[in-house]
């Protein structure tokens, strides 16, 4: 079992950044591979990024890639996202999710967290 909080949305404007942090408690994180995934109002929820255990592999959707980058610092049982030159469309609710393999696939994570929402103003 692991406890995922996420922290760090808030409201920004078009071109800003934003860093999501992901605590995580219980099981041992650097057993996990970690991702991001997010929902906006009236859509599906969709794939950010994934990161392997080590943090040597990332994966990003089309979306995002060039501008997110996701981190993990193992000895601080943290996940990160770097969001840079957001943009309104990337306004949704963020989740950090933990799982057992580095997937696009929502059902592949085992473990969300409540999610932390981010407003990008045009």
């Known amino acids: 079992q692991v406890q995922l909080i996420e922290s760090g949305g808030g409201l920004v404007q078009a071109g800003d950044s934003l860093r999501l942090s992901c605590a995580a408690s219980g099981r041992t994180f650097n057993s996990f591979i970690m991702g991001w995934f997010r929902q906006a109002p009236g859509k599906e929820r969709e794939f950010v990024a994934a990161i392997s255990k080590s943090g040597l592999i990332t994966n990003y959707a089309e979306s995002v890639q060039g501008r997110f980058t996701a981190s993990r610092d193992n000895a601080k049982n943290t996940l990160y996202l770097q969001m840079n030159t957001l943009k309104p469309e990337d306004t949704a609710v963020y989740y950090c999710?933990?799982?057992?393999?580095?997937?696009?696939?929502?059902?592949?994570?085992?473990?969300w967290g409540q999610g932390t929402q981010v407003l990008v103003s045009s």
């Open positions: 999710v933990a799982g057992s393999s580095l997937s696009r696939r929502a059902n592949i994570y085992d473990y």
